[in-house]
């Protein structure tokens, strides 16, 4: 069974690494940065509590969703270039080791034993 410190670990250094990924990239800085890597996330706050629970809602279908956590999880960030492409390699096999035990957790719990 996947134990949640692992989710939680791997979640804050996703999140760390697109807030360096987007200064690198000059996306927070200034008025008209580009996307982040986040920016779905981002784009959930609404003029109202009914928009902001609609955004929340429709974020699970929207395919920026899934983009957005497809590039996390093959730590697809600025600063992973040339020699640096190994280290990004290891965190890749993690994030499938990751992604493996969470769907056989979640199939675990879906037949209702334990794997």
Known sequence: MLQTKWIVFLAMA?????IVSGVIEKSYLGENGGPAVIEPFFALEGTSTW????????????????????????????????GYGIVQLILQC?????????????AGLIRGTSI
């Open 94 to 106: 993690i994030s499938v080791g990751v992604a493996l035990s969470l769907v056989l957790t979640v």
């Open 51 to 82: 928009d902001t629970l609609g955004n929340v809602i429709t974020l699970p279908i929207k395919l920026s969703t899934y983009q957005s956590l497809w590039k996390m999880f093959m730590w697809d960030y600025a600063f992973f270039t040339s």
């Open 14 to 18: 996703f999140i760390l690494c697109s």
